[in-house]
Nanobody, 112 residues
Framework: QVQLVESGGGLVQPGGSLRLSCAASGFTLDDYAIGWFRQAPGKEREFVAS????????SYLDSVKGRFTMSRDNTKNLVFLQMNSLQPTDTAVYYC?????WGQGTQVTVSS
């Protein structure tokens, strides 16, 4: 059974950091380009970051460049999203995607 499970969300103050994890089961993450997306209340789901399977090259939403870093650990079938200098506008449910598979999401709330 193909499954993605996100974790690491929570409540953090502006300027704080969180690291999200995405664990895959039923398939190998390294076989796919992996994406992180987010959806804020009342807004459409948007692309945040991605990593290409072969080169490991990453791409980011302009508003998170320099603050977010995506990485992968192929030995553990995990993908990470390190989020620094978090802002209230980063508040959203964050989802991991690989091909047609989506995780259930993890809530990130940035608030003082």
């Amino acid at each position: 059974q193909v499954q993605l499970v996100e974790s690491g969300g929570g409540l953090v103050q502006p300027g704080g950091s969180l690291r999200l994890s995405c664990a895959a089961s039923g398939f190998t993450l390294d076989d796919y380009a992996i994406g992180w997306f987010r959806q804020a209340p009342g807004k459409e789901r948007e692309f945040v970051a991605s990593i290409i399977r072969s080169s490991g090259m990453t791409s980011y939403l302009d508003s998170v460049k320099g603050r977010f870093t995506m990485s992968r650990d192929n030995t553990k079938n995990l993908v990470f999203l390190q989020m620094n200098s978090l802002q209230p506008t980063d508040t959203a449910v964050y989802y991991c995607n690989a091909g047609d598979a989506w995780g259930q999401g993890t809530q990130v709330t940035v608030s003082s």
